[in-house]
């Protein structure tokens, strides 16, 4: 063995005295699945932003739509009326 160099038995009773393979194996386990929802869960607020900008500026584009028709209307009448 080289100097620093760390055996597979020294590993093996550091697992053993953590509580076992098994234990190990399953923290191992709830830490990938942890870190996966935690990506997900921002990749659908991402998403979920994205979809209510989208639904906000849609409604701010009908919304000046109706504003460009009122005014329309407006003119439209003082021209008339003023004939």
């Not at 620093?4 to 990938?32: E, M, N």
């Not at 500026?57 to 407006?74: G, V």
Request: glycine share 6%.
């Amino acid at each position: 063995m080289s100097v620093g160099d760390i055996g597979f038995s020294t590993y093996s009773a550091y697992i053993r005295a953590a509580g076992g393979w098994i234990l190990t194996v399953f923290i191992i386990v709830l830490y990938f699945v942890t870190s996966g929802s935690l990506a997900f869960s921002d990749w659908w607020l991402s998403v979920w932003i994205d979809s209510t900008r989208s639904l906000v500026s849609m409604c701010n584009f009908e919304t000046r739509n109706l504003e460009i028709a009122h005014d329309l209307d407006i003119s439209v009448s003082r021209l008339f009326y003023s004939l």
